[in-house]
């Protein structure tokens, strides 16, 4: 199973919006609705921040939201704070108890 | 509240073997399955596989077979990941993650084991 694909570097000024994809395949993303979203500051372990392709957990920020279309995931971040400066992943169930990362994408606020 | 404590880090040869373990606790253990993950430096998650807390078996990604193992000890909440033949390109942190019941994600996540291999 190949690693999902996200770019691998974005950027972004603070107030902006940015938008991270994730594209898989027909058979993966394209088929199940169980795409989530992590955050991760260097040095920390991954936060969850959008799970099942568009919900939010609890305490994340209304700026997190996810959406998908065929088989691409997304992530958009609305009013880009510094704060936001992180990795990115995308984790994808693909069938047969299997679950596939995107590559990562590394977020700068300018 | 849910919290997933790893053990520490290790320092290994290569050849030997180690293992690390995932403490679980602020819910029911056996309700959720947990994944585990590994980070080589400066590279991205990699999904290892997950191990089904209430039966004990588990289910690996391609390319984490016969090294790696996962187990149990429900009396005492937590999951091991045992690495044998440790080889170099094993150094990494690897992070223990409870899934979300209701879901495929990891809703809480270990603090992650560092586990560098080195002669």
């Known amino acids: 199973q190949s690693a999902l694909t996200q770019p691998r570097s974005m950027s972004g000024s603070p107030g902006q919006s940015v938008t991270i994809s994730c594209t898989g395949t027909s058979s993966d993303v394209g088929t199940y609705n169980y795409v989530s979203w992590y955050q991760q500051h260097p040095g920390k372990a991954p936060k969850l921040i959008i799970y099942d392709v568009s919900k939010r957990p609890s305490g994340v920020p209304y700026r997190f939201s996810g959406s998908k279309s065929a088989n691409t995931a997304s992530l958009t971040i609305s009013g880009l704070q510094a704060e936001d400066e992180a990795d990115y992943y995308c984790?994808?169930?693909?069938?047969?108890?299997?679950?596939?990362f995107g590559g990562g994408t590394k977020l700068t606020v300018l | 509240q849910v919290q997933l404590v790893q053990s520490g880090s290790e320092l290994k040869t290569p050849g030997a073997s180690v293992k690390v373990s995932c403490e679980a606790s602020?819910?029911?253990?056996?309700?959720?399955?947990i994944h585990w993950v590994r980070q080589a430096p400066g590279q991205g998650l990699e999904w290892m596989g997950w191990?089904?807390?209430?039966?004990?078996?588990?289910t690996y990604a391609q390319g984490f077979t016969g090294r790696f193992v996962f187990s149990l000890d429900t009396s005492v909440s937590t999951a091991y990941l045992q690495i044998s033949s440790l080889k170099a390109e094993d150094t990494a942190v690897y992070y223990c993650?409870?899934?979300?019941?209701?879901?495929?994600?990891?809703?809480?996540w270990g603090q992650g084991t560092l586990v560098t291999v080195s002669s």
């Open positions: 602020g819910y029911s253990f056996t309700s959720d399955v």
């Open positions: 993650a409870k899934n979300d019941g209701s879901s495929w994600s990891g809703d809480y």
């Open positions: 191990i089904n807390t209430n039966t004990g078996n588990p």
């Open positions: 984790w994808s169930y693909v069938g047969g108890y299997i679950l596939v």
